[in-house]
């Protein structure tokens, strides 16, 4: 088994740490795993991606070129990977931020309103915890329940009052994306 | 402005300067200092014949913002690389603009000899108390207990040693024309530092030795406060530590109206 | 010992902590100056030696002193920084005192960018500074290997009184891997009978120094260095093997031009290619007798780099024309992408292969082709 | 009676540090929240009259963003 | 022209200054000072620039501006200080600008000593600075070929945009021989449609840096880099047969190796024995067909170096594996004698000869054997 | 001497020494600089936890004189070697000793930035004027119009810069507890000058800092002069140029008696 | 009436630089031309009574060739 | 025809100088040669050598380990160079300088008073060139005119006035020479 996972977004909009979020799930749950910031000169761009592979052995490269599941919490984000994305892979777009369609019809691409679902919950800033949510119901090797341990393990303890304002993020993302049409 | 300008217009953008915006954080008084020797070298009338050399560090782009021809030296190498050039090209303005980790810390031996040497060159010195391209490290500029990302407790002095006032210590040097410190924390600082970057670039004009000014900078975004709170850092903090003053002045250029 | 989430920098600096070391001298440079943040903090808190020096060149020559001291000291720069040090690496060796020294590869030459890149192969391995010497080359391809070869480099650097180095480029200080940490292994100075630590009432002084003024003692000084460099030939040669029992084909690559190999080794597997991937560890003694091995059993070998062909030379000359060699890299910053060793594995299947041709040359030609 | 004058802000160059506002005498300047610069900085601007065009505003723009015009009849020298 | 007795290291500095020398930066460094100290006279009385610098690490980046801006530019300098050159070296290669720099090298590593040796060959050829570049490499023999090489330099530095450095032993620089100096070239600064010499109202501002934060621009950089050096390869090989018509085996070796090498072959033909003797004198690029050519026809080859067997790899890597190839260096400033290498000839004709054993592994154990 | 001495023996070769004869020429100060420094570890008692960090230039040899563990650096490094001996054996004696090419030129940067940290190290610099060595070139310390092997013409100061006063340009780095120039040229001048090396010594060992002793020395043989005469050029041309005195002594350090 | 002192110079170490001979204040001390030392060199020496034992030439000698006693009965402190 | 010559002696006897001065000779009478001084840790002991290699066609080897010709000009060169002369070789050896008498019967040794006859001559410098003239018997491809000629050509112009006596000390050591009992 090898699942690679692109996150891509804004700076800020929390795509660097949801990516070790699910890389911590996937350790504690046993997995090999690898992460890794984009790297070079888009750095300096206003968009930030990291790339996440999950596998049950030993990973090569931590680097692809198409996809089987992808994150764009952003329109720049989801013009690039719905490019990229591998055939019959997932896509989580933050509808909230984007006002097209998709083109592509041979990938699953579920819009969820990751900034409304945030706001509901009370922190605009969980947005990346609702796509990380839906991005689950794509990813059966890692539970809701692994990413939840993961957080309570990892979060910085200066932040755990916020694990449940989390949990929550993570359901309701989960949710909006199991109603996918596939 | 010494070129006519539009019966109303005050001020508008040097022509010293290219298109390019630069790529400074929000704030940021590189660029004020790079507005300052735009405007420098357009009243002059010397753009036609100046050659710049950047720095490593957060200038490293500095080639992309003025209308001159320029170089991008090995990380504190400008001097020795203006130096080459001068002395073959002796009739050219050549400077080099360059932060404090280049110029104060591996760039020291390059920077004293040019110095030393009197070559006629006119360097722009940033101070700013870090490294901000690599992300704030602490830099030999550095005040005592200040919080950098590679002097996490603060500046200790007793392992990490003390700041270097570099415009002090070049003035010690007799092939040293011109050698002042000013600040670029409030519009007044601003005008002093213009008059001594003309005085500077003068000083290099008549062939009067070499010639520095040092800038107290910002970086607000590795210190880690709004582009406000830094003029104020700088003002209270730095000012202090780095006293505004006229540290080498050749007899020739105390002549000049600047 | 349980597995944490590692940034391949900072897992450098922590097993070098673990590994005893005592001072470390160092510069800010991207991509590795989460190593000197990382120990500007932990070092002060073990009260152990921590100096941002004011350049390269006077970090290693710190490194230099310290080392004469017989302390284990480390120091970590980026390919610009590490070509400041080429003097005093040649002073360290030709003093013959151990010392380790990490370079995070970035694009070049000049300034280059800070993209990850492994063009500094032939300065650590060939050449860098002046004279006859020779340094231990180590290339870990992922974080755990980067923790175990550098807790390793301090016992070879010290076992050899030689230079260790560790070449990684700059993906595998930024990329977080699951990685085991060994267990803190507490400071203590070997009593060296080298060391210029101080008489302290025990003993006769001594010197340490590079200097033979007599060609004939310098001559001595120099084979004896070669004595030692061909027992670390003999007994330091590391390399991973995968899929070679049956492989047809072999790629070799080091460190992430490896681990990216891997996957194309997978893919091509999966198609029914028998296809292996040697991945040489230590690149300095290079792994000759592993290719010796198979150049009696495969029709041909594709090396892959992320530079314009360096390990390559060494690869023919271990080949010495008995077997096709082919090469593919992408150089100044660019990681290849597994599809592109695939699809130069299934050229050298469909494609006449030559023992003849210069593979950085037609390498060459297909890249100015893609343009 | 004091003199009137106007800035120019150029959203290619505002990258509304607000370094501007605390250094105008008049105080009229803010940034204006209602707009975007294609960057994405809400740029500097003057929100109400008062504007001497002593060019402050000017001297102190990291950006060189700011153009600075005066009702006057003859041109008057830069004041940096 | 007349013949005149030269000094090597004056030799290259009138050469240099005839060549139309505009500029030279350096530092004093046993044994090419005399280099420095003839041209802190003679540029001066000719209204050229001259400059002491702080160190070899300010003269090489003062011979980067001076390049940058059009003009003819050298330093000189030995071993240790041309590792200090290293960054600079790289820089100046990643903007492609034009320089000569001389290696008047000693024995090494480390301070080692002031006595010749040819210990840098790795690090001019094949290593030194950070990333992928290459520059050519001359190797004079003689005080003439000093002369006409240090003339060629500006000319090739120039016409490929790239370092041209010149290597030779201390002794080149020391002795004396009967030599003609060419006429004194005018200097005229080349309208370079690169040099950073300042607009003047002629154009518009140029920019030269070795910064490509792109990593597809610095691959794009790096394979220029290539095509020219695949340029230069293709023209400009040169190299020095001796006795090679009927010769069954050859000697391979470079500046004083390659002379003592002669001595040896001329002893060996009056005893009948039919050696003959190739000469690279561009050591990079290096004569790759020659020896393709040779390998045809004669039974073995011999490296002579004063060095542990560098260019070696380089014979080696050329022969692939078709003819015997041996080694005999002398190490750490000793000078062969041409009896030491006539005896190396007498015993590959007495021994059997293997395409397989390891030539410096096998010269180590003769050393150590002698010792 | 603080060891007992036989009744009548008044002046005996210091223990600090070994018996090898120095390889310096004949009537050069060297000699005299090295006898201070052995005289003064031996009366501090503290020979045997000393450590030496020999320079490249004439006195590249100096580790065959003292009876201490010595390195020798690369030409101009002394002080970054220096420091990563002594920040892994804090409670031992290290001391660089330097000539002027080597600490003054090539070693500008070490020198500034282990004073600028208070390295507590103890650095005697051999300022002659000249590149001993390598036969007599110009050094930053070579007096304008002087002539050397690589200012043939003497030094022009248009072309080939001004001496560096090294005392006077380390005194501003605050990492600096003791640094003063002396000479060497008759006895009074050397009983100071030893004065000086004790107080340096004394400032390492209560740890208050950087410390360097400055010593005008002479190089016959470069220099074409008999050593008398040698020593008459030091106090008629070099005294003036490099004026002796205290440049900075920590206030701690003023207490001291030597 | 003046302290009785005399000196002992090592062949080994004295490279006849004369710098003792003008330093002397009794100028007692010469080059003994009648010998060369194993190096080659005629070495210092007093050639005349008068030599205090004041230590100023061994305070001079760059080679610590000069061992210097005087004639008393306690022990002196060292000149330099 | 390829001769090898070694001249050897204290420094200040002008061993490098008289190297120089048969290297001129047999350039202007058209030879190729090479001059190379002792180099290396040597310089620093008291004495001094240079090797002058005088032939027809391209001059290999710059040094040798058995010369055809040597000078020696005082004892340790004398002790040195005995060993290892080329057998049939001539060693020109400085009796002033020089105690014993010579070891070896397969070389010819002629011993000269160069100083003796250079302070009759007035200049107790020109001991070289006694030596040189007497090492000139030994080697005919060079006449005594040809270094004559050298001299005239390369001494440094305020040296121009001793010519006369340099021409005697070259005479007087030739005539010398020629006395060997070969």
């Known amino acids: 088994m090898q699942k690679e996972i692109i996150i891509a977004g804004f700076g800020g909009q929390g795509v660097l740490f949801s990516g070790q979020v699910l890389a911590y799930a996937a350790m504690d749950a046993g997995k090999e795993v690898t992460w890794i910031p984009s790297y070079g000169p888009e750095m300096r761009g206003g968009t930030a991606n990291c790339t996440v592979i999950i596998a049950d052995e030993e990973i090569g490269s931590p680097l692809v070129k198409n996809p089987k599941l992808a994150i764009a919490l952003n329109l720049p984000s989801f013009d690039k990977y719905e490019e990229l994305l591998a055939p019959g892979g997932t896509l989580i777009v933050n509808r909230s931020m984007v006002d097209r369609a998709a083109r592509r019809t041979d990938i699953n691409v579920a819009f969820v309103p990751c900034n409304e679902i945030a706001e509901e919950i009370g922190d605009k800033k969980l947005l990346n915890m609702v796509a990380v949510g839906a991005l689950l119901t794509a990813l059966p090797e890692i539970s809701l329940n692994d990413v939840e341990k993961a957080l309570e393990g990892h979060l910085p303890a200066r932040h755990k009052h916020l694990l449940p304002k989390n949990y929550e993020a993570l359901k309701r993302g989960f949710q909006a994306g199991q109603k996918i049409p596939a | 402005m010494t070129t006519p300008a539009p019966n109303n217009l005050v001020y508008d953008r040097p022509a010293g300067f290219t298109e390019t915006p630069t790529h400074y954080c929000p704030g940021c008084t590189h660029g004020v200092a790079h507005r300052l020797v735009a405007e420098v070298l357009e009243e002059m009338g010397i753009i036609d014949k100046t050659i710049g050399v950047a720095p490593v560090g957060c200038a490293v782009f500095a080639y992309n913002y003025f209308d001159t021809d320029f170089v991008e030296a090995p990380h504190g190498r400008a001097p020795a690389m203006a130096t080459g050039i001068k002395r073959v090209l002796p009739d050219r303005i050549v400077f080099t603009y360059q932060g404090d980790g280049d110029l104060a810390s591996i760039g020291m031996g390059e920077i004293v000899h040019a110095a030393a040497r009197g070559e006629n060159l006119t360097v722009i010195f940033i101070n700013n108390a870090n490294y901000g391209m690599t992300g704030g490290q602490m830099a030999p500029t550095t005040l005592p207990g200040m919080k950098t990302t590679s002097s996490p407790n603060g500046r200790d002095v007793e392992t990490q040693g003390f700041p270097i006032r570099m415009a002090e210590m070049l003035s010690t040097l007799d092939g040293v024309g011109y050698c002042v410190r000013r600040s670029l924390h409030d519009p007044k600082n601003i005008r002093l530092a213009k008059k001594a970057i003309r005085l500077a670039f003068e000083t290099q004009a008549r062939g009067l030795g070499f010639s520095m000014v040092e800038l107290l900078s910002t970086c607000p975004t590795n210190w880690g406060m709004t582009p406000v709170e830094s003029l104020k850092f700088v003002e209270e903090n730095m000012v202090p530590a780095f006293p505004l003053g006229d540290y080498k002045v050749s007899e020739a250029i105390k002549q000049v109206k600047a | ?371 | 009676m004091q003199v009137k004058g106007w800035i120019e802000v150029s959203d290619q160059y505002c990258k509304g540090c607000e370094l501007c506002i605390p250094a105008c005498p008049q105080a009229v300047m803010e940034l204006d929240m209602t707009r975007l610069t294609p960057k994405g900085y809400h740029p500097a601007h003057t929100f109400k009259d008062g504007c001497t065009g002593c060019a402050i505003c000017a001297i102190v723009c990291p950006d060189a963003a700011i153009t600075v015009y005066r009702e006057v009849s003859k041109p008057v020298p830069v004041a940096a």
Chains 1, 8 share one sequence.
């Not at chain 3, 097993?15 to 932990?42: D, H, K, M, N, W």
């Not at chain 3, 070049?108 to 032939?122: F, M, S, T, V, W």
């Not at chain 3, 175990?148 to 650097?157: R, V």
């Not at chain 3, 460099?229 to 991973?240: D, F, L, P």
Request: hydrophobic share 40%; proline share 5%; with cysteine.
């Open chain 3, 1 to 371: 010992m349980t597995r944490e989430l590692w940034k391949g920098n900072e897992a450098i600096a922590e097993a070098a902590v673990r590994a005893g070391l005592e001072a470390y001298f160092g510069y800010p440079i991207t991509p590795q100056t989460e190593i000197l943040e990382y120990l500007s903090r932990r070092m002060p808190e073990l009260r152990r030696a921590f100096v941002q020096a004011e350049s390269e060149l006077g970090a290693i020559n710190m490194v230099y002193g310290a080392a004469c001291a017989g302390a284990r000291v480390m120091s970590t720069s980026s390919s610009p920084g590490v070509s400041l040090m080429m003097e005093g690496l040649s002073y360290i060796a030709g003093t013959e005192v151990p010392a380790v020294l990490v370079n995070v590869m970035r694009g070049g030459p000049g300034l280059g960018n800070i993209a990850p890149a492994q063009g500094d192969y032939n300065q650590a391995v060939h050449g860098g500074g002046h004279g006859d010497y020779r340094n231990i080359v180590l290339a870990p391809a992922s974080v755990q290997e980067a923790i175990d070869l550098t807790a390793l480099s301090f016992d070879l650097a010290e076992k050899y009184r030689t230079i260790c180095m560790i070449i990684l480029d700059g993906s595998i200080g930024q990329m977080m891997e699951p990685a085991k940490m060994p267990e803190m292994r507490p400071v203590q100075r070997a009593h060296w009978d080298w060391a210029t630590d101080g008489r302290m009432g025990k003993r006769e002084r001594r010197i340490l120094t590079s200097i033979y003024l007599d060609p004939i003692q310098e001559e001595k000084t120099n084979l004896r260095l070669l004595t030692r460099w061909k027992a670390i030939e003999r007994n330091e040669v590391r390399y991973k093997e995968y899929f070679l029992d049956d492989a047809e084909y072999v790629i070799v690559g080091f460190g992430t031009a490896g681990r990216v190999a891997l996957s194309a080794v997978r893919h091509a597997r999966e198609q029914g290619i028998k296809v292996g991937l040697l991945r040489p560890i230590t690149v300095n003694p290079f792994p000759v007798e592993a290719i010796e091995e198979l150049v009696k059993r495969v029709d041909g070998f594709l090396v892959t780099e992320m530079n314009s062909g360096q390990m390559l030379d060494d690869v023919q000359r271990a080949v010495r024309g008995r077997a096709p060699v082919e090469f593919y890299g992408r150089v100044g910053g660019v990681i290849p992408m597994p599809e592109e060793i695939l699809h130069e594995i299934q050229r050298m299947l469909s494609e006449p292969l030559s023992t003849a041709a210069d593979p950085r040359e037609e390498w060459h030609e297909r890249m100015r082709g893609m343009r």
